[in-house]
């Protein structure tokens, strides 16, 4: 069965996750997460990208981020991709490919999963038994939502903007969301939506996209349904 075709919409925020191959660690060094932020700051910004959040995993990436044009996703991603696999490679005396794949882009519906995707990507080291706490994993967005921080590439969605008037009262309100537990379902629709690249959002978001893309948002109902593999969602990292 022949792949399906991205979702390429502009100004849509995407949950974007990109793995190492065969579930190898993909960051080995402090070097190493510094060096991929330079290359997502530089490639964001050529392709007309703006990153919303993001987190680092040892084996993994998840990225919350908007396009300005159609294959800005894919620009930044490749931009990316070329830099940082040249450099792991050449730290680490190692050849060939590092990613598994080409990277998974999600669309989602802002309004209803924005923050919670946002929560989602920062705690994955908390889920995933690395640390306690998200201000204890350096390699996160964390400290822009939570503390006001400016890392230099993340951009806070309008969404979380509107948390309040100053920052000191948006760091309080995304904090206070942090104590609320995610719940079972909305887990497992991020997740389900993500390891499969469909829509996350609700029944008018999918037809809204259907029409704008001319291509099925909703998985068919004939064959083999997708297996997914231990460690597609916060578990099987490898912390360091």
């Not at 974007?16 to 910004?45: H, K, M, P, W």
């Not at 730290?91 to 794949?101: D, V």
């Not at 969404?159 to 309100?173: F, H, I, K, M, P």
Request: hydrophobic letters at 35%.
């Amino acid at each position: 069965m022949s792949r399906l075709p991205r979702f390429n919409v502009p100004d849509l925020p995407y949950h974007v996750i990109q793995r190492g191959n065969d579930r190898c660690v993909t960051f080995g060094s402090d070097e190493d997460y510094d060096f991929y932020l330079d290359c997502l700051r530089d490639a964001a910004d050529r392709a007309g990208c703006v990153v919303h959040a993001y987190v680092l995993m040892t084996n993994h990436v998840h990225l919350l981020a908007s396009p300005s044009i159609a294959d800005g996703l894919g620009r930044m991603m490749q931009s990316v991709g070329r830099r940082y696999v040249r450099h792991f490679n050449d730290a680490h005396r190692r050849t060939g490919t590092l990613w598994e794949g080409r990277f998974k882009a999600t669309p989602i519906d802002g309004d209803a999963y924005l923050l919670t995707c946002c929560r989602y990507i920062e705690m994955n080291p908390v889920r995933a038994g690395m640390v306690a706490r998200p201000d204890d994993y350096r390699w996160s967005s964390w400290r822009v939502h939570g503390e006001g921080a400016d890392d230099g590439l993340t951009h806070p969605h309008s969404l979380y903007l509107a948390l309040g008037q100053t920052s000191v009262e948006r760091c309080d309100a995304y904090r206070a969301l942090l104590h609320e537990v995610l719940s079972e379902d909305s887990l497992a629709a991020i997740r389900h939506a993500a390891n499969r690249a469909w829509p996350l959002g609700g029944d008018l978001f999918k037809e809204q996209l259907a029409a704008l893309t001319a291509r099925r948002v909703v998985p068919g109902s004939s064959g083999r349904p997708a297996r997914v593999r231990a460690g597609d969602d916060d578990q099987g990292v490898l912390p360091l």
